[in-house]
């Protein structure tokens, strides 16, 4: 009797195949639906700035500097914004997890964002939504703030606009000067400060202050995104 052997080995081969193709394949990481890095050569942050689509909102960010692929901020006793709309507008539904890498190097130590008379942080990177505002009120805003003194996680309305909400992502006591990586959920938290659907983002901002409090206040930030689910 003549015994017919299985194809086994040309089986196995063919779903290894398979098997290496799917992983060959497979997709990578989704690309952010809009990020900012500050990679180049040294230079100002005015004219990183000016070529870059960002302005002055407040303040004068002639202390600011590009350095090592980094954003470098500095405040003595005083208080710079700024901003960008380029890129914008941006549905959060479709982007909704915001990323932000920085680290600071001195913070106000009187800084406490529930009170307009102490409401200062060495680093806020601001969320500007299509919604609210008017002639001397901002729009709706989150702020994610690495904070002197109110804990990580809180959210504080800002005692200047009810419309301007704070989250701490990081606090000063503990921090061992170390980077830091912070992702929210931006939906989530709109949805939380304000209690309904977020409409789209408008721009994005960058804060670093001191006068309130007659400090100083230093961060670099390596770069901010805004990612898929």
Excluded: C
């Excluded at 606009?161 to 980077?179: E, Q, R």
């Excluded at 931006?186 to 006068?211: E, H, L, M, Q, T």
Aim: charged residues 25%; hydrophobic residues 40%; glycine residues 10%.
């Amino acid at each position: 009797m003549t015994h017919h052997r299985p194809q086994r080995p040309h089986i196995a081969l063919a779903a290894l195949a398979g098997l290496l193709a799917g992983a060959l394949t497979a997709p990578a990481s989704a690309a952010p639906a809009w990020s900012v890095t500050f990679d180049g050569r040294s230079q100002p942050a005015l004219k990183w700035m000016k070529a870059n689509g960002w302005k002055e909102q407040r303040g004068d960010a002639d202390r600011w500097r590009i350095a090592d692929g980094a954003l470098h901020t500095a405040q003595n006793e005083d208080s710079t914004t700024v901003g960008t709309e380029r890129g914008f507008p941006l549905d959060p539904n479709a982007a909704p997890r915001i990323r932000i890498r920085f680290k600071v190097t001195a913070w106000p130590e009187k800084g406490d964002l529930r009170r307009k008379g102490t409401e200062d942080a060495a680093l806020r990177v601001f969320v500007i939504f299509d919604r609210g505002g008017g002639l001397l009120s901002p729009p709706d805003t989150l702020g994610y703030a690495f904070a002197s003194k109110n804990p990580a996680g809180v959210f504080i309305t800002a005692d200047r606009f009810d419309n301007v909400k704070y989250i701490p992502v990081a606090s000063a006591k503990g921090y061992d000067g170390g980077w830091i990586e912070v992702e929210r959920d931006v939906v989530a938290d709109y949805k939380k400060a304000f209690g309904k659907a977020p409409p789209r983002i408008k721009a994005i901002g960058i804060k670093s202050d001191a006068n309130n409090t007659d400090g100083k206040a230093a961060a670099i930030i390596d770069r901010i995104e805004f990612l898929p689910r």
